[in-house]
């Protein structure tokens, strides 16, 4: 049993810790973006109910935009990867340039279309003072778009070289001067004015604007990034290649849109339950976000592995790598899968202490564990298929199992079967679960189209 259990390892044993050294800064960057929310979330929490739950509105709104700019700005790293696997240092400082071009244009766009949503909040079945409270909060969320999707196309591109560590540092940076900044504004420190929610809003926003500015100095003077500055600055803006990035950028941007819309389809149905159920689920969706990092992580160090695995022809370590990638998913999201449902009454009184909240948290947690290693395979097999500039069939994938099959099924199981809050849940444990075993089958029958093309 041993020898067979070492004979299947052995393709993927040289792949696991240069792959987890690779994903871990990743990680701790993207854990950046997510604390944020968490820290909004933790601190405004202790203000109220009403106020956690405008919170999660605003933000169950914004993240719909937000991750379609994530999106799209992930569309550099697999198109960085494929030259920089191939040699082509040259290529690699010109889609660094098109994509700044490209994303910053889409994020302007979208900046606008985003602001006029706002006049739509108060129409969507919330209650009056989570709306009011919501509305502003979300205008200044919005006006750091822009910014932020300048310091994602950076972060994109020096990830597709594989230096990971610059975002990494850069991120943890802007995230401890939004915590100073949220305990200054939000509980009126050191002389300034008590704002609140208004507080968590303009920390992020001033957090958001200092991370591209600190990615563009390093870029700037940094040697290690000097050849690529030299192309970024010779070359020149081409809209031919502007669109190839935003056609592969983005269905990335949907899939994920899809998935947060599905989300925050959920958040405003716990609305429809109750305030407190709104604010459970914000709580779940903090403390899933903290394991779900570690899976985006790895899902990002795939897209980076087997983009540049493809690009020198090395179809073994394309599969091998992936795969690699895979079981580690599968090992920590089964240890936090387990420790969801033991810690179920502990973790969510670090966010509220509400008896109402709590009762509903500790039971979605339950559910969410379960969630778990499904969620984590999901995001796995999209950054693998990301890797092989495969966007638009995952895409289709995504859309079906959870706009056709989780949001109904979550519809049905809280309102029809009156599983409440749970229900809801249960509707994305099972949209997940259908859609990592497709994706795994995409994988499979697109490896064999291209390995033998």
């Given at each position: 049993?041993?020898?067979?259990?070492?004979?299947f390892?052995?393709?993927?044993?040289?792949?696991?810790?240069?792959?987890?050294?690779?994903?871990?800064?990743?990680?701790?960057?993207?854990?950046?973006?997510?604390?944020?929310?968490?820290?909004?979330?933790?601190?405004?929490?202790?203000?109220?109910?009403?106020?956690?739950?405008?919170?999660?509105?605003?933000?169950?709104?914004?993240?719909?935009?937000?991750?379609l700019?994530?999106?799209?700005?992930?569309?550099?790293?697999?198109?960085?990867?494929?030259?920089?696997?191939?040699?082509?240092?040259?290529?690699?400082?010109?889609?660094?340039?098109?994509?700044?071009?490209?994303?910053?244009?889409?994020?302007?766009?979208?900046?606008?279309?985003?602001?006029?949503?706002?006049?739509?909040?108060?129409?969507m079945?919330?209650?009056?003072?989570?709306?009011?409270m919501?509305?502003?909060?979300?205008?200044?969320?919005?006006?750091?778009?822009?910014?932020?999707?300048?310091?994602?196309?950076?972060?994109?591109?020096?990830?597709?070289?594989?230096?990971?560590?610059?975002?990494?540092?850069?991120?943890?940076?802007?995230?401890?001067?939004?915590?100073?900044?949220?305990?200054?504004?939000?509980?009126?420190?050191?002389?300034?004015?008590?704002?609140?929610?208004?507080?968590?809003?303009?920390?992020?926003?001033?957090?958001r604007?200092?991370?591209?500015?600190?990615?563009?100095?390093?870029?700037?003077?940094?040697?290690?990034?000097?050849?690529y500055?030299?192309?970024?600055?010779?070359?020149?803006?081409?809209?031919?290649?502007?669109?190839?990035?935003?056609?592969?950028?983005?269905?990335?941007?949907?899939?994920?849109?899809?998935?947060?819309?599905?989300?925050?389809?959920?958040?405003?149905?716990?609305?429809?339950?109750?305030?407190?159920?709104?604010?459970?689920?914000?709580?779940?969706?903090?403390?899933?976000?903290v394991?779900?990092?570690?899976?985006?992580?790895?899902?990002?160090?795939?897209?980076?592995?087997?983009?540049?695995?493809?690009?020198?022809?090395?179809?073994?370590?394309?599969?091998a790598?992936?795969?690699?990638?895979?079981?580690?998913?599968?090992?920590?999201?089964?240890?936090?899968?387990?420790?969801?449902?033991?810690?179920?009454?502990?973790?969510?009184?670090?966010?509220?202490?509400?008896?109402?909240v709590?009762?509903v948290?500790?039971?979605?947690?339950?559910?969410?564990?379960?969630?778990?290693?499904?969620?984590?395979?999901?995001?796995?097999?999209?950054?693998?298929?990301?890797?092989?500039?495969?966007?638009?069939?995952?895409?289709?994938?995504t859309?079906?199992t959870?706009?056709?099959?989780?949001?109904?099924?979550?519809?049905?199981?809280?309102?029809?079967?009156?599983?409440?809050?749970?229900?809801?849940?249960?509707?994305?444990?099972?949209?997940?679960?259908?859609?990592?075993?497709?994706?795994?089958?995409?994988?499979?029958?697109?490896?064999?189209?291209?390995?033998?093309n």
């Amino acid at each position: 049993m041993k020898n067979k259990i070492e004979s299947f390892l052995e393709p993927y044993k040289p792949h696991y810790l240069p792959n987890l050294k690779l994903a871990l800064p990743v990680v701790l960057s993207q854990a950046g973006q997510m604390v944020v929310n968490l820290v909004d979330t933790l601190m405004v929490g202790q203000l109220g109910s009403t106020e956690l739950a405008a919170v999660s509105f605003a933000n169950s709104i914004f993240i719909v935009g937000f991750v379609l700019i994530i999106g799209l700005s992930i569309a550099v790293t697999p198109l960085v990867g494929k030259t920089h696997g191939s040699g082509n240092s040259h290529k690699t400082g010109f889609w660094l340039k098109q994509g700044i071009v490209g994303v910053g244009m889409f994020a302007v766009a979208q900046t606008i279309l985003m602001l006029l949503v706002s006049l739509l909040m108060p129409f969507m079945g919330q209650e009056p003072e989570v709306v009011a409270m919501a509305i502003p909060f979300y205008l200044v969320i919005v006006s750091s778009i822009f910014p932020i999707s300048i310091f994602f196309v950076f972060k994109q591109f020096a990830e597709g070289i594989s230096n990971t560590r610059i975002a990494m540092v850069i991120t943890l940076a802007a995230n401890a001067i939004n915590i100073i900044l949220n305990y200054i504004l939000i509980y009126g420190k050191l002389g300034a004015p008590e704002m609140g929610v208004m507080g968590a809003g303009w920390a992020t926003f001033i957090s958001r604007i200092l991370m591209p500015l600190i990615f563009i100095i390093v870029f700037a003077y940094l040697p290690f990034f000097k050849s690529y500055k030299k192309v970024y600055l010779s070359t020149k803006v081409e809209m031919k290649k502007v669109w190839e990035l935003i056609k592969i950028g983005f269905p990335i941007g949907g899939q994920m849109v899809i998935e947060v819309f599905a989300f925050s389809m959920g958040a405003i149905m716990m609305g429809w339950i109750s305030k407190e159920a709104m604010a459970a689920h914000q709580v779940v969706i903090a403390i899933a976000s903290v394991t779900y990092m570690m899976s985006s992580g790895l899902a990002s160090a795939a897209t980076i592995k087997v983009s540049t695995y493809r690009g020198a022809g090395d179809w073994f370590n394309v599969k091998a790598s992936a795969y690699a990638i895979v079981h580690k998913v599968i090992v920590f999201m089964t240890f936090t899968a387990i420790a969801f449902i033991l810690a179920r009454n502990v973790l969510p009184r670090i966010f509220s202490d509400e008896f109402e909240v709590l009762l509903v948290a500790s039971q979605l947690m339950v559910v969410a564990g379960i969630f778990q290693v499904f969620d984590g395979l999901q995001i796995a097999w999209l950054g693998i298929l990301r890797g092989l500039e495969d966007v638009k069939a995952p895409t289709i994938i995504t859309f079906v199992t959870w706009i056709l099959m989780a949001l109904p099924i979550s519809y049905i199981c809280a309102f029809q079967f009156n599983m409440g809050p749970s229900g809801i849940w249960v509707g994305y444990l099972s949209g997940l679960a259908i859609a990592s075993i497709w994706l795994r089958y995409r994988f499979k029958g697109l490896y064999k189209k291209l390995i033998y093309n």
